[in-house]
């Protein structure tokens, strides 16, 4: 698989994929990485990328024609043609499709990814018209310029590749990974004591010592019965959603054993269950 960076800050990156488990898959041969410096394609000798927006307003805006010209110098596919091809020009943009750990999974099956970092107040609308195939966004607020984001959709694209981490089913069993049926069909030998996500935020993990500052580690993850390490694990990643991410559960993968566990969460001490998120009640809108 292989990423291109467009950036007008390509020292951003310098060191940032030097280490860890990014090093190691470009090293592997199974990642490559190239970083492009948007003023080179420039012809002004001021190596201008940037100019006042039409209709007035703050800031600047970045020009089409460099970042045209540098999508074109990397001889992609046409645009119409590209998903066909495995490749995609994404534009970093706070007004982007949020990215998540399912477009994370899209973008692993894609052979070359393109990513475009905005800057300054914006990006000319017609570089999303005519060059990018789609526009994301790492979250609901606003960076300094893309070069972030484009990290983060990088690592946690690539680290969904085959080969890359040191155990395939690292990436399927933490938060926001497939259901318990889905991984069953993929990892040989059943799946022990882990439990899959589901669309939930992971459950806790603990390590020696057994005992850290007067916190032990719950007894049950040593009683080497793994059906119950399973639904604790399931109710600890459900109570962990339910505390941080509650917005989560209305789109989870939830059985009736879940459902109820939730209920008896929200209930108020001494009082009657009140219905989990995303369950259906008589009362519910």
Same mark, same amino acid.
């Given at each position: ?21 990014? $090093? ?5 041969? #199974? ?7 948007? %003023? ?9 990328? /940037? ?33 066909? @091809? ?10 982007? *499709?949020?990215?998540? @750990?399912?477009?994370? *999974?899209?973008?692993?099956?894609? $052979? ?21 195939? @789609? ?7 606003? #960076?300094?310029?893309?070069? #972030? ?10 680290? #969904? ?18 259901? /318990?049926?889905?991984? @069953? ?22 390590? %020696?010592?057994?005992?850290? %500052? ?19 694990? *399931?109710?600890?990643?459900? $109570? ?6 509650? /917005?989560?559960?209305? /789109? ?34």
């Amino acid at each position: 698989m292989r990423f291109d960076i467009i950036t007008i800050f390509p020292g951003f990156f310098a060191g940032i994929f030097e280490h860890g488990v990014v $090093k190691r898959a470009i090293q592997g041969g #199974l990642l490559a990485v190239e970083v492009h410096d948007l %003023r080179q394609f420039t012809h002004d000798r001021h190596r201008t990328v /940037d100019d006042r927006p039409f209709g007035g307003g703050e800031g600047m805006v970045l020009k089409p024609e460099p970042l045209a010209e540098a999508v074109e110098h990397l001889r992609l596919a046409p645009k119409a043609e590209r998903a066909a @091809q495995g490749e995609t020009v994404i534009l970093l943009s706070a007004q982007g *499709r949020r990215f998540s @750990q399912a477009v994370a *999974r899209e973008l692993a099956q894609a $052979k070359r990814v393109v990513l475009l970092c905005g800057r300054y107040e914006g990006v000319d609308e017609r570089v999303n018209e005519l060059v990018a195939d @789609q526009e994301l966004s790492i979250g609901d607020y606003v #960076l300094s310029g893309g070069e #972030l984001g484009a990290a983060v959709v990088l690592d946690a694209a690539m680290r #969904l590749l085959p080969g890359v981490l040191g155990n395939d089913a690292s990436s399927e069993n933490e938060s926001f990974g497939p259901a /318990d049926e889905l991984l @069953q069909n993929r990892i040989a030998g059943g799946l022990n004591s882990t439990h899959g996500a589901g669309g939930l935020l992971d459950y806790p993990h603990y390590t %020696r010592p057994a005992e850290f %500052r007067g916190l032990a580690v719950p007894e049950v993850l040593s009683s080497g019965n793994h059906e119950q390490i399973r639904r604790w694990r *399931r109710e600890q990643a459900l $109570k962990k959603t339910l505390r941080n991410r509650p /917005d989560l559960l209305c /789109d989870a993968e939830l059985s009736a054993e879940d459902r109820s566990y939730l209920r008896a969460l929200e209930a108020p001490a001494g009082g009657p269950e009140a219905p989990a998120r995303g369950a259906q009640s008589n009362d519910s809108v």
